[in-house]
């Protein structure tokens, strides 16, 4: 697609709205950038805190998750024909993983969903993805915020019947859990590293 006055025409969206299979072909398009309710979402440069948390995360989790489970960062997953976000980890079921050129998982091969908040994703983290993703019947999620410069992580389960999140828990220091499968991570290791 040829540039209109320097920007791309992809930038640009299409009366009905960008759909989740358009990310695949758009050139130049920017790293983790997200298609929210058929609009184009870019993400800001991310904080310390937030690399740092999902390389602890990522870390653990590898070490707890069953073999029937994978963990990925920053892949997209398509929630829909409008949406396509991109947590920033997901565990999903071994059986998804089809070899290395994937760009996206579907929803109902999602476990959990991560989302770390940054101060330019706060609305979305908190309201409007959860809400996409109870909505795609994804079982688990987790929230986690900077609280001066300590983890605090949100846990939530899908309930069946309101197809909404129940919050199940609230951990500072230690993030102990028994579903979707048991882990216990030492939230305070994010000091060392």
């Not at 997209?76 to 998982?105: C, F, H, K, N, W």
């Not at 983290?125 to 994804?138: F, M, S, T, V």
Request: aromatic share 8%; hydrophobic share 40%.
């Amino acid at each position: 697609m040829s540039d209109i006055c320097g920007v791309p025409r992809w930038v640009f969206p299409p009366p009905e709205g960008f759909r989740a299979t358009d990310l695949d072909h758009m050139p130049q398009l920017p790293a983790h950038t997200e298609l929210i309710d058929g609009s184009l979402v870019f993400v800001s440069p991310r904080a310390s805190f937030h690399t740092l948390m999902l390389f602890l995360l990522e870390r653990e989790l590898r070490r707890y998750v069953p073999s029937q489970l994978r963990v990925r960062r920053e892949m997209s997953i398509i929630l829909g024909t409008r949406q396509r976000p991109e947590p920033d980890m997901v565990i999903i079921r071994a059986e998804a993983v089809q070899g290395t050129g994937e760009t996206a998982y579907q929803a109902g091969d999602v476990i959990l969903v991560v989302e770390v908040v940054s101060p330019e994703s706060e609305e979305r983290d908190r309201k409007r993805k959860p809400q996409l993703y109870a909505e795609a019947g994804i079982a688990h999620f987790w929230r986690i915020e900077n609280q001066s410069g300590r983890p605090t992580v949100y846990v939530y389960e899908l309930d069946p019947a309101t197809a909404a999140y129940a919050l199940t828990g609230i951990y500072h220091d230690r993030l102990k859990v028994s579903v979707p499968f048991d882990a216990d991570i030492d939230l305070g290791e994010i000091d060392e590293l």
